[in-house]
Structures are given as structure tokens and as C-alpha cells.
């Protein structure tokens, strides 16, 4: 089995806040807070709608077209654009042709081992290893090359508060900080051992924060696609807040909180995660840390263990949330019914200083997506049209229905009322 620093370290480095502990993942994780706080997202979100403006673009071909398509693919897309926006102010431009960057990334993330392959020929493929280099290589540079200019640029242009600062230019402040330099100072160096600490935690950004995100639109959009009623109550919402027949698109470039206004449409989003959530983390157990067993009291001890709070179970328990856990029900995180939620029973991007440092941007795409698109688009799953897609590469195209147990890519009951 691939150890999970193994699975990473080819992609992010050894020491990436993803897997680094201790004072190491303290420094990191300070140094990217900032660029990732509530108030630094939605301070951005008007720089993200042109990519917004872009995915609606590459929907509207495919309606047009009334095509069969991989959304995942356009999804990606759009999340790895925003990350780009967010953390360099950087156009990617994925919508638009080949970027070197995300070609890269989907390059060296078809090298990623498989541990379930029966086939050993991919799972100590020989070529791996400089698959791996050759294109960390290219990610680096391109991402190093961007540092560079950010932090030239404090030199042209004096004070950084006379200029957007980004979340690479917060990050560099507090590293700098760290290390006793001002950021402002004309003497400030950048020492290559950080710069490349800085590269490898913004490639874990991406890595993380892409996939997981696309893949929730995913089951949103297929969610509502089952469950009628709720679309159009979250398409009645967006109607009384935006207006009928109005695109919310320029209204949120005004007031980017607006979106927040859509208390229905964050129901639909928080229940999906709970059925569907992204990512789980694991913990290390101590000798002083002891998990209770609800039926019978006992008092497990954890030390010596791995601890791995399984969220597809935890948030289709029938014990927290009674014997429709496994529909689709959004009213469930409106009151009253939210007020009966246990504090820690939900947790689709983990709890604690380690949680998901992303979720606010993510939360913030998942609504911005709802907002422009679920009034215009009817979008469902066309799995019984995939054989239209034959020889795309893909998982499905290769192996149907039983590369995802029997098709229930989408859970099979899960979600059914």
C-alpha cells in the first residue's frame, strides 16, 4: 500500500503543509492563513468572474451543441483558474488553450501510483520516477517564476498596501517576518531553500483544493438533477435575490455578499457535502487520548493507532441524523431542524487547526456557481450515453460501469428519498 507522504512528496516535497507536523506545518499554515480568511476570499470574488464568465461560456457550447460531456473536465478548469486568481494573480487561462502549468499537473498526476492495480507493471512502473522529476520540474519553474515577479514588485512599487496582495504575497510577508526581513526593504532576499518551501505549498494548494472542489459541483448539480423540488426552490431563492430573469453576475460584481443571501441554496450545498464529502484526515493517536464507545462506554485507547474519522459513515448515521440519513434533504440545515445538529457530528472539511485551510474559498466557488448557473443550465448524469465518449482516456470510457463498483459512481440509494 502507497504511504500517504509517498502518494504527495513526488507532487508538493517532503515537507509540504500537508503532511510536514510540529513547528514546520505551525510556520506554514501561519504564513498561508491570511491569504485564505473569509475576508481575503470575498475581497477577491470580483477578480473571479471573468473565469466564472469562461465556464459559463463552455456550458453554454455544450448546451447548444445539446452534447454529451465530461463536466468534471470544465470544472477543473474553472478551479484550478481560481486558485491561480487567488493565491498569484495569475490567468492561467484554461478555458482559453494548453496551459504549461496545468498540462504539468495533469501529467504528473496520471503518474500518481495506484495501490488497488492488480497490475504490477503500473505499480512499480520504471519510468515513474523521471516522469515524476521531469514534471515537478516544469511546475517549479513556472510557479518559481511567478514568485519572482511578486516579489520584485514590492520593490516598484513601494508600500504593498498600494497594491493588491495576493496570497503568495502574504505568504512571503510572513516567511519573511519569520526570518527577521522586511518585506519593503530594498535588502530583503529571497533565500532559495524558502522560495522552494513556498513552491511546494502552493502546489499542495492546487492539488488539494482543485479536485475536491470540481467534484462537489459535480454532485450538486447531480443531486438537484434527482431531486426537482429543490431546484426549484433554490431557483425561487435566486429569483426573489437577484430578480427574475436577471443574471446575478453583475449584481455580485457590485456586492460580492449578496451571494450569501441564499440561505437555500447553502442548504443544498452543506447536505451534499455531508452526503458526499471531499476528504477525511487521519490522526495519530497519544497515550492520553482515548476514544468512547457509544454503545457500551468503554474507554478505547488510541495510542499506537491511526485514527480516521470515516465521514461517509459519520454523516449517513441514522444515530445523528435520524432515519432519512442517507436522502437528500436540505432542509435539514435550516432552522429549526439545524439547531438539533451535534457540534461535531458535521465536518465535510475536517475540525480542528488542522481542517481544510481552502474551505472558505471553496464554499465561496460552490455558491458563485449556484448563483450563475443552476437558473440557466438543466444539467444531469448521462451515464447509459458514455459509449459517445469512448476513447477519451478516461476511468469510464475504459471499464464502464464496474470501474465504480457496479455503477454507483453516485452512491446507487445514497441520496434517494
Keep these: 500500500m502507497v504511504r500517504f507522504h509517498d502518494f504527495v512528496a513526488p507532487l508538493a516535497g517532503p515537507k509540504n503543509m500537508l503532511i510536514s507536523e510540529g513547528a514546520v506545518w505551525k510556520q506554514q499554515r501561519a504564513a498561508f492563513n491570511p491569504g485564505f480568511s473569509i475576508q481575503h476570499v470575498m475581497e477577491q470574488v470580483p477578480n473571479f468572474l471573468n473565469i466564472f464568465e469562461e465556464y459559463i461560456k463552455a456550458l453554454e457550447g455544450h448546451a447548444v451543441r445539446n452534447e454529451v460531456f465530461r463536466?468534471?473536465?470544465?470544472?477543473?478548469?474553472?478551479?484550478?483558474?481560481?486558485?491561480?486568481?487567488?493565491?498569484?494573480?495569475?490567468?492561467?487561462?484554461?478555458?482559453?488553450?494548453?496551459?504549461?502549468?496545468?498540462?504539468?499537473?495533469?501529467?504528473?498526476?496520471?503518474?500518481?501510483?495506484?495501490?488497488?492495480?492488480?497490475?504490477?507493471?503500473?505499480?512499480?512502473?520504471?519510468?515513474?520516477?523521471?516522469?515524476?522529476?521531469?514534471?515537478?520540474?516544469?511546475?517549479?519553474?513556472?510557479?518559481?517564476?511567478?514568485?519572482?515577479?511578486?516579489?520584485?514588485?514590492?520593490?516598484?512599487?513601494?508600500?504593498?498596501?498600494?497594491?493588491?496582495?495576493?496570497?503568495?504575497?502574504?505568504?512571503?510577508q510572513a516567511y519573511l517576518k519569520e526570518s527577521g526581513q522586511d518585506i519593503e526593504s530594498e535588502n530583503a532576499k529571497l533565500d532559495p531553500a524558502f522560495k522552494k518551501d513556498i513552491i511546494d505549498n502552493l502546489l499542495i494548494l492546487v492539488f488539494?483544493?482543485?479536485?475536491?472542489?470540481?467534484?462537489?459541483?459535480?454532485?450538486?448539480?447531480?443531486?438537484?438533477?434527482?431531486?426537482?423540488?429543490?431546484?426549484?426552490?433554490?431557483?425561487?431563492?435566486?429569483?426573489?435575490?437577484?430578480?427574475?430573469?436577471?443574471?446575478?453576475?453583475?449584481?455580485?460584481?457590485?456586492?460580492?455578499?449578496?451571494?450569501?443571501?441564499?440561505?437555500?441554496?447553502?442548504?443544498?450545498?452543506?447536505?451534499?457535502?455531508?452526503?458526499?464529502?471531499?476528504?477525511?484526515?487521519?490522526?495519530?493517536?497519544?497515550?492520553?487520548?482515548?476514544?468512547?464507545?457509544?454503545?457500551t462506554g468503554e474507554m478505547l485507547p488510541t495510542e499506537g493507532c491511526q485514527v480516521w474519522p470515516i465521514l461517509h459513515v459519520m454523516h449517513r448515521s441514522p444515530r445523528i441524523w435520524g432515519p432519512d440519513a442517507n436522502a437528500f434533504n436540505p432542509e435539514r440545515f435550516l432552522p429549526p431542524h439545524s439547531e438539533t445538529i451535534p457540534p461535531n457530528a458535521y465536518r465535510p472539511f475536517e475540525k480542528g487547526p488542522r481542517n481544510c485551510i481552502g474551505q472558505e474559498l471553496a464554499l465561496v466557488e460552490l455558491r458563485l456557481v449556484l448563483a450563475l448557473t443552476i437558473r440557466e443550465y438543466d444539467i444531469r448524469a448521462a451515464f447509459d450515453e458514455l459509449d459517445k465518449l469512448d476513447g477519451d482516456g478516461s476511468i469510464w470510457a475504459s471499464f464502464g460501469a464496474s470501474a465504480y463498483g457496479g455503477g454507483e459512481a453516485f452512491g446507487g440509494d445514497a441520496g434517494e428519498d
Design 71 to 172: 463536466l468534471e473536465e470544465d470544472l477543473t478548469k474553472l478551479t484550478v483558474d481560481v486558485i491561480g486568481k487567488m493565491v498569484l494573480d495569475h490567468d492561467f487561462n484554461s478555458f482559453k488553450g494548453e496551459n504549461k502549468f496545468v498540462s504539468a499537473l495533469r501529467n504528473i498526476l496520471s503518474w500518481m501510483e495506484d495501490s488497488q492495480s492488480l497490475n504490477p507493471f503500473h505499480r512499480k512502473h520504471p519510468i515513474r520516477p523521471w516522469a515524476f522529476k521531469y514534471y515537478k520540474r516544469q511546475m517549479d519553474k513556472y510557479i518559481g517564476d511567478i514568485i519572482d515577479e511578486r516579489f520584485a514588485a514590492r520593490e516598484t512599487t513601494g508600500s504593498s498596501t498600494k497594491r493588491k496582495r495576493t496570497g503568495v504575497d502574504l505568504a512571503l
Design 208 to 295: 488539494a483544493g482543485h479536485d475536491t472542489t470540481s467534484s462537489t459541483i459535480c454532485y450538486i448539480y447531480h443531486e438537484l438533477s434527482k431531486h426537482p423540488d429543490a431546484l426549484a426552490k433554490a431557483r425561487h431563492e435566486m429569483d426573489e435575490v437577484f430578480g427574475s430573469g436577471i443574471n446575478a453576475l453583475e449584481q455580485i460584481r457590485e456586492d460580492s455578499y449578496i451571494i450569501n443571501k441564499c440561505t437555500y441554496a447553502i442548504a443544498v450545498i452543506k447536505e451534499t457535502l455531508r452526503l458526499w464529502p471531499p476528504g477525511s484526515t487521519v490522526r495519530t493517536g497519544r497515550p492520553d487520548y482515548f476514544i468512547k464507545d457509544p454503545d
